[in-house]
């Protein structure tokens, strides 16, 4: 069965560190990519997608995502981190094959100390 | 214009009752779902729909019920709630059939405690 790998659980930066979050799937065929965000006690915000073209995404709130796909990543950076950026960041693929499902990586809770 | 509303907001259960989760969107949006989320595990799908009358089961079904007569509502039934059912549930839409387009829209989530 298809996963998704988020190796980093929990990641705690000072403001103004830069941020590299860390994802890989193992589905073998085409993908859409998507990196979302959970602000504390808040849902789900897309935060960036890839589906096609360019393999460097940009996003809002200045994050951006590059694509490798002979790497199966689709890892999530952010060059200065402020605290607002605590929260947790939650990577998902959409194997094109599966219609709408998205399968969710476990999570990686953000702390950024002021 | 409300995007996904899910009601209720919190909710504690002893084992063995039975409850509906709603949810509900404004948007005309083909597909529903719902995933449950637990630490370390991120969102999984538990069912899902591609539009009114049509349902289909995620990666963990086993508990839950569904049902889709309008495309607006979406409502997850737990038939006998344990205490592995304490989670938070969310629903998403998205206005596609068959592929997340612009990313699916989350409701604000349940907060479930099975006790």
């Known amino acids: 069965a298809q996963s998704v790998s988020q190796h980093n659980h929990h990641v705690i930066l000072s403001e103004a560190a830069s941020l590299e979050l860390g994802c890989n799937y193992s589905y073998g065929g085409t993908v859409n990519l998507f990196w979302y965000v959970q602000y504390p006690g808040q849902h789900l915000q897309l935060l960036l997608k890839?589906?096609?073209?360019?393999?460097l995404v940009k996003g809002i709130k200045g994050f951006e995502a590059e694509f490798i796909k002979s790497k199966f990543s689709f890892n999530l950076r952010k060059p200065s981190v402020q605290w607002s950026d605590t929260a947790e960041y939650f990577c998902?693929?959409?194997?094109?094959?599966?219609?709408?499902?998205?399968?969710f990586g476990g999570g990686t809770r953000v702390l950024v100390k002021p | 214009n409300a995007g996904v509303t899910q009601t209720p907001k919190f909710q504690v259960l002893k084992t063995g009752q039975s409850m509906t989760l709603q949810c509900a969107q404004d948007?005309?949006?083909?597909?529903m779902s719902w995933y449950r989320q637990d630490p370390g595990m991120g969102l999984r799908l538990i069912h899902y729909?591609?539009?009114?009358?049509?349902?289909d089961q995620g990666e963990v079904p086993n508990g839950y019920n569904v049902s889709r007569s309008t495309t607006e509502d979406f409502p997850l039934r737990l038939l006998s709630a344990a205490p592995s059912q304490t989670s938070v549930y969310f629903c998403?839409?998205?206005?596609?059939?068959?592929?997340?387009?612009?990313?699916?829209?989350f409701g604000s989530g349940t907060r479930l405690t099975v006790v």
């Open positions: 998902a693929v959409n194997p094109k094959a599966a219609g709408n499902k998205l399968t």
């Open positions: 890839y589906f096609s073209g360019d393999p």
């Open positions: 998403a839409s998205n206005r596609d059939r068959v592929g997340p387009g612009g990313g699916y829209t």
């Open positions: 729909s591609v539009g009114a009358g049509i349902t």
């Open positions: 948007m005309n949006h083909e597909y």
